[in-house]
């Protein structure tokens, strides 16, 4: 197989692009993406929209943008010679990076990154709203949808060891494409599914799964990141160094205009734009930024192990060879190190929380709140304070299109309406209320704090409602005392 790849990337590649040859005399630069695989947006789907490389490029070349649900098949057509630039998950580019490291034609580099989460946040497992699977140790001998060396398929691995589980033997992996898994789902011809961003919080929006398992457990770094054929790039600097000038123009677009960029991105993906938010928006499970971090290189390492488990006709990749920051470094600049060196999201939730009358400062605890109507969100100090604004907006009549807020152990950010909440009235007046994306995280909690207990979303809000409630009657009858006593200081 791998002398086909070689014999196929030697016909078709020579020297730049198989697409060159436009027939008004531009050269055709080929662009590999996965428009919803939201995490990459910054390197396809928004900066498609936002027409920045074109930009860039001027009439020198024309772009083709090409879009795939997986990286399988952008890798596939990479080592054909066939794509020039794409962009894929951690799992993917190592696959990227042993399918091609063989052919000097093909050979590809990782250049820049895309989005990340330093704990494992972009892939999770959940199971039907209905099913009785409260952990991932309940789908032993059940059968999970995955792509097959994808990030998701890796997290799955991982976790089912962690919990016990032989992922060979307990668990029956069925390779499927996202779509596809997502559909097997709902039949029942599956019981669990296993992705990446942003399928799983898809289909917990929409009522068609739960999570069971949440990626940040792990602690695994996980990322997506942009490959160039290194030939491609050497012939053709300047298309690079246009698309990596592009990328980070669009990851600015992102910092600065959020709610803007999930609309368009939603607009362009059928997407819902509160669950392209989720992931994409401040303090969102990824945060967006281009250069490539020591502990992303750290995470493909780790992960080749896992892919040697999962995966097929893998070799070891040398990722200090198939990292190359050269080419983005120069795009940055000269504060390339600061950036490298920082993990602070650079789309923080900021503002003063209306409920609670605090500056928000904390993006552990920080959430948001979406109304209906409003093309901004309302910034919440704690989660508890976020269903102080909800109890409130609904009293009076506004509609929630979605609400965010962090899981107290992990700080994945999830819909406040599908976590799992405990209440603990040792806790502070703000911070009574914790929110966990899983029902073992709230356990866990519940255990160690002895006064506390997991509750409903509706009686989290109900109380939380009261408590705002009385919070205003003390605040009146102090009003009521203070007048009175100036009352009588003035007689």
């Known amino acids: 197989m791998r002398k086909l790849f070689a014999a196929v990337a030697l016909l078709a590649a020579a020297g730049c692009s198989v697409s060159a040859g436009a027939d008004d005399g531009r050269q055709t630069v080929v662009v590999g993406y996965q428009s919803k695989t939201i995490n990459t947006v910054t390197a396809g789907t928004l900066l498609r929209g936002l027409g920045y490389l074109e930009k860039r490029l001027g009439d020198r070349y024309r772009v083709e943008w090409q879009d795939y649900d997986t990286g399988a098949p952008i890798t596939a057509k990479m080592v054909a010679g066939k794509i020039d630039i794409g962009s894929m998950g951690d799992y993917p580019l190592l696959i990227n990076a042993s399918r091609t490291q063989g052919v000097p034609s093909a050979r590809t580099e990782l250049v820049s990154v895309t989005g990340y989460n330093l704990r494992g946040g972009l892939n999770s497992v959940v199971v039907p709203p209905s099913s009785d699977v409260r952990t991932l140790a309940g789908l032993k001998g059940k059968k999970v949808s995955a792509s097959s060396g994808s990030a998701g398929h890796g997290t799955l691995v991982q976790a089912l060891e962690r919990a016990g589980l032989d992922p060979a033997t307990d668990v029956e992996v069925v390779n499927q494409q996202p779509p596809v898994g997502a559909s097997a789902l709902q039949s029942g011809n599956v019981q669990g599914y296993a992705q990446f961003v942003a399928w799983p919080g898809l289909l917990v929006f929409r009522n068609q799964a739960r999570l069971v398992y949440d990626g940040s457990a792990l602690g695994v770094p996980t990322f997506h990141g942009v490959v160039v054929r290194q030939a491609y790039a050497k012939e053709h600097p300047d298309v690079l160094q246009a698309f990596l000038q592009a990328q980070i123009d669009a990851t600015t677009y992102l910092h600065e205009h959020p709610v803007e960029a999930a609309e368009a991105v939603a607009k362009a993906t059928g997407l819902p734009p509160e669950v392209v938010y989720l992931y994409n928006g401040r303090d969102g499970i990824a945060s967006f930024d281009v250069t490539v971090?020591?502990?992303?290189?750290?995470?493909?390492?780790?992960?080749?192990?896992?892919?040697?488990?999962?995966?097929?006709?893998?070799?070891?990749?040398?990722?200090?060879?198939?990292?190359?920051?050269?080419?983005?470094?120069?795009?940055?600049?000269?504060?390339?190190?600061?950036?490298?060196?920082?993990?602070?999201?650079?789309?923080?939730?900021?503002?003063?929380?209306?409920?609670?009358?605090?500056?928000?400062?904390?993006?552990?605890?920080?959430?948001?709140?979406?109304?209906?109507?409003?093309?901004?969100?309302?910034?919440?100090?704690?989660?508890?304070?976020?269903?102080?604004?909800?109890?409130?907006?609904?009293?009076?009549?506004?509609?929630?299109?979605?609400?965010?807020?962090?899981?107290?152990?992990?700080?994945?950010?999830?819909?406040?309406?599908?976590?799992?909440?405990?209440?603990?009235?040792?806790?502070?007046?703000?911070?009574?209320?914790?929110?966990?994306?899983?029902?073992?995280?709230?356990?866990?909690?519940?255990?160690?704090?002895?006064?506390?207990?997991?509750?409903?979303?509706?009686?989290?809000?109900?109380?939380?409602?009261?408590?705002?409630?009385?919070?205003?009657?003390?605040?009146?009858?102090?009003?009521?005392?203070?007048?009175?006593?100036?009352?009588?200081?003035?007689?």
């Open 293 to 491: 971090k020591p502990q992303l290189l750290e995470a493909l390492q780790h992960d080749e192990k896992y892919l040697k488990i999962i995966g097929t006709d893998f070799t070891d990749v040398d990722v200090t060879r198939f990292a190359n920051d050269s080419y983005i470094r120069k795009a940055y600049g000269a504060s390339y190190d600061a950036g490298a060196a920082s993990t602070v999201n650079a789309a923080r939730i900021t503002g003063t929380d209306e409920a609670c009358g605090t500056t928000v400062s904390d993006p552990a605890k920080a959430g948001e709140l979406w109304l209906a109507g409003e093309d901004r969100l309302r910034p919440a100090a704690t989660p508890t304070c976020l269903l102080r604004q909800i109890a409130a907006a609904t009293s009076g009549g506004r509609t929630v299109r979605a609400a965010y807020v962090p899981d107290a152990a992990t700080g994945t950010h999830w819909f406040a309406d599908r976590c799992v909440w405990v209440r603990d009235p040792a806790a502070g007046e703000n911070e009574r209320f914790a929110p966990f994306t899983t029902p073992d995280g709230a356990q866990a909690y519940v255990k160690e704090h002895p006064r506390a207990r997991i509750v409903g979303y509706d009686e989290a809000l109900k109380a939380a409602a009261g408590e705002l409630k009385a919070a205003a009657g003390e605040l009146k009858a102090a009003a009521g005392e203070l007048k009175a006593a100036a009352g009588g200081a003035s007689r």
